[in-house]
């Protein structure tokens, strides 16, 4: 272990000490049995009671450990292994923050003890620092690796340089294809390159070779989630906390995925029994905060928003996170403070760009529409320069499937498909109303509300089958080389995968994701009688409400006026196509129909989708399910009209946008001819 020592004379002890160090990993008992023995002949030795301290923590006496490990901490300060074992223990009694600040001492002191930096990420991990947990587990790769022929690769992926990284570990593996640390390194290069496919399958094949290779189980289940795919991730995720039970990382993991299933309930239980453990960490109450704003606890969601900017005021996405519940409003207080922060020399990109979407916000609340413009302008301005967005590439995407789905092709296949009825698919744009016909619809008996599900984007990015970002998507086209047994096994592994939002035993369900209108073609052919719903706003106010709203993930197309307008001007001459090739088979609603005739509009979508009319849909608001979108307030509230044209304020800053939509814009409500 390393251990500090005393001036012992080499021989027995030495000997006696490193046989109770070997029993550590095979048999605490043991262990703490020859650590015992060794202090009743020299009592006080630093190293027999640091082994005795790590055996009882392992036997799970971490309180009996740390009280063993406190003296020694303070004697021997500048050895590294104490505050490593030392972090483990509190960790272990759930002091988290106490027990990072111990293996950040470990790391300082000894930057190549490997397990200690992934002990780290996990609490990083815990506390939301997620690009912190990364570049620490990235450490823990590098410096637990012994192999002197992975040395390199490791360093190179420590320090970013993973062109480099790939290429010898390729190359490694060609040797050596079952060397698991290496097929996990080359994991952590896929998951960095965003081929998340990849990376899933290497990760499966190390738990293949070796199943009790918890680090790559908790990375599969880590990479499973950001895919979408939920229960599988559920299903790693717990089977890590089986082996670590106490874990901060794998803890605040199972929150996550229980959130994207819908599980709100206990995904909160886990954020308040985090917070126990890191009362001080920021990330952790706005993580907290997210929760409970989608279960419809607002109050307390703003609390925990306000605690996290009380800790830590220049974290942006915290008052951005104030902002974003739409029915709050800043104090005076509030906005001299955001300035201020927006003043400092020390901000990140993130936080800067967050502090204008929020003064932003303030000031459109309080009138000032110059000022409001301004700062929603540079706020996207600093998030476009990082990210990467074509306007192009979705303009093609929308011309090939175009050219794939005509009317001879579909009518061809007429028939293929899951028969089975179960999804209401809601698609449009952001910021289209979409979140108030679900909260409609979702109010009916029948109708289950689950939220913007990932399914049909995964699978169309399966079909797609591109490694990289350089090479070309096989999809649509991929489609007409699909039999009607193939398109029957799509629509109905759709089905499965989506079954677990699914909490009641209503027939139908809904999936809110927007920018499935792209993938209209497929849900039609996969799910034939799938009811799907379009949900239209004027496209100055759905842009607009689109440009001003920081969207966390994907929707990078909302960044900028000119790119938002042609992304509306895509989907409207998509959808324009849909509605020629399948007459009827989309129903439309207008946001502002919706607003001015309710009852109608809404008994027209009912009789769309095969139901009943019930008065229920109409108190949409009284609707206490969970709602995980920017409107989760709005929809709690009766429909006012004082939305419709609040974009007109803006309306001197908008001509980039207006040109951007061309004959959209002059032709609406109607499509012009494309």
Not at 280 to 298: R, V
Not at 437 to 457: A, F, N, W, Y
Request: net charge negative; charged share 25%.
């Amino acid at each position: 272990m390393n251990a500090p020592a005393n001036q012992d004379p080499v021989g027995t002890l030495a000997t006696a000490l490193a046989h109770a160090e070997r029993l550590l990993a095979s048999s605490p008992v043991l262990a703490a049995e020859q650590a015992e023995e060794i202090l009743k002949a020299v009592p006080q030795h630093p190293s027999a009671l640091l082994i005795l301290a790590a055996a009882k923590r392992r036997q799970g006496d971490a309180a009996g450990a740390l009280e063993l490990l406190e003296p020694i901490a303070a004697a021997h300060g500048s050895h590294a292994i104490v505050h490593y074992e030392r972090g483990l223990a509190l960790g272990a009694l759930r002091r988290g923050e106490e027990a990072a600040a111990a293996l950040r001492r470990a790391v300082e002191l000894k930057p190549d003890l490997g397990d200690a930096w992934r002990a780290l990420a996990d609490h990083l991990h815990a506390i939301g620092d997620t690009e912190g947990a990364d570049e620490a587990y990235a450490k823990h790769l590098r410096f637990s690796i012994r192999d002197p022929r992975l040395l390199e690769a490791g360093a190179a992926l420590t320090e970013n340089r993973i062109a480099v990284a790939e290429n010898l570990l390729r190359a490694h593996l060609k040797q050596y294809p079952t060397d698991i640390a290496a097929i996990r390194m080359l994991a952590e290069v896929a998951a960095r390159l965003g081929r998340h496919g990849d990376a899933e399958s290497l990760l499966t094949r190390c738990l293949e070779l070796a199943p009790s290779f918890t680090a790559a189980r908790h990375n599969l289940a880590s990479i499973l989630h950001r895919q979408g795919k939920a229960t599988q991730a559920l299903v790693h995720a717990e089977q890590v906390l089986a082996q670590d039970p106490s874990n901060p990382g794998y803890r605040n993991m199972k929150a996550a995925i229980l959130g994207q299933i819908g599980e709100y309930d206990q995904a909160i239980g886990i954020y308040r029994e985090v917070l126990g453990e890191y009362p001080g960490q920021p990330k952790a109450w706005m993580s907290y905060g997210h929760a409970l704003k989608s279960a419809g606890q607002s109050e307390e969601s703003i609390a925990a928003y306000r605690r996290s900017a009380e800790l830590e005021p220049k974290f942006g996405e915290a008052w951005w996170s104030l902002a974003n519940l739409k029915t709050f409003r800043f104090e005076a207080a509030d906005l001299a403070t955001m300035r201020a922060q927006l003043e400092r020399s020390d901000l990140s990109d993130a936080d800067r760009f967050h502090f204008h979407f929020a003064i932003g916000k303030a000031l459109e609340d309080a009138g000032d529409w110059d000022g409001s413009f301004r700062h929603y302008a540079e706020g996207n301005r600093i998030r476009k320069s990082l990210i990467r967005y074509d306007a192009d590439e979705n303009t093609a995407s929308v011309r090939r499937s175009k050219a794939l789905f005509t009317k001879e092709f579909l009518e061809e296949r007429r028939g293929f498909g899951d028969p089975r009825p179960d999804p209401i698919f809601i698609v449009g744009l952001p910021r289209s109303g979409s979140t108030l016909l679900e909260q409609i619809l979702s109010s009916h008996s029948q109708v289950e509300g689950t939220m913007e599900l990932p399914d049909v984007i995964g699978i169309a990015r399966e079909l797609g089958g591109r490694r990289s970002k350089s090479q070309e998507s096989k999809y649509p086209e991929v489609l007409a080389t699909m039999g009607a047994a193939e398109l029957a096994a799509l629509g109905a592994r759709y089905l499965e995968q989506t079954r677990v939002q699914r909490k009641t035993a209503a027939p139908f369900f809904i999936d809110k994701m927007p920018n499935n209108f792209a993938h209209l073609g497929l849900i039609h052919l996969m799910l034939p009688n799938a009811r799907i719903v379009d949900a239209r706003r004027h496209p100055l106010a759905c842009c607009f409400s689109a440009f001003k709203q920081h969207f966390a993930r994907g929707q990078h197309f909302t960044f900028g006026l000119e790119d938002i307008g042609r992304y509306y001007r895509d989907y409207v001459e998509l959808m324009a196509h849909f509605d020629r090739v399948l007459p009827g088979r989309v129903h439309r609603i207008l946001y502002e129909r919706l607003v001015d005739d309710t009852e109608g509009e809404v008994r027209r979508l009912l009789d769309y989708c095969g139901l009943p009319f019930e008065e229920g849909c109409l108190r949409f608001y009284e609707n206490e399910r969970a709602v995980r979108t920017a409107s989760s307030e709005q929809v709690r509230q009766p429909i006012y009209r004082g939305g419709v044209d609040h974009w007109r304020h803006f309306e001197p800053w908008l001509g980039p946008l207006k040109e951007a939509l061309g004959p959209v814009l002059d032709a609406w409500p109607d499509a012009p001819e494309f």
